[in-house]
């Protein structure tokens, strides 16, 4: 397992918090994020607002909505890369 890198890491991290990945994987991103303030951040934020809504809903969120936020959070981690 090579180490994780921010910058190919941003793509895993959805992912990772999708959990869908393998548990290797996993283990390796979670590790990297401990040590990352920048992927613990983008973490700490994805899963605030997807757990407020799901805990609203109680039902997967809608297709359209998990992109817009997926988007958005792209956005913000591109803004983190370049800062
Ligand atoms: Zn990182």
Do not use: W
């Not at 991103?29 to 401990?34: C, D, I, S, W």
């Not at 700490?44 to 958005?72: G, H």
């Amino acid at each position: 397992m090579n180490p994780i890198a921010c910058t190919s890491g941003v793509d895993l991290l959805m992912e990772f918090l999708d959990g869908v990945l393998p548990a290797e994987v996993t283990a390796a991103l979670e590790e990297h994020v401990a040590g990352c303030p920048r992927c613990a951040a983008v973490v700490a934020s994805y899963q605030a607002t997807p757990r407020i809504l799901r805990d609203a809903t109680a039902v997967p969120l809608p297709a359209d909505v998990e992109a817009t936020l997926k988007s958005f959070l792209r956005a913000r981690t591109t803004a983190f890369r370049n800062s």
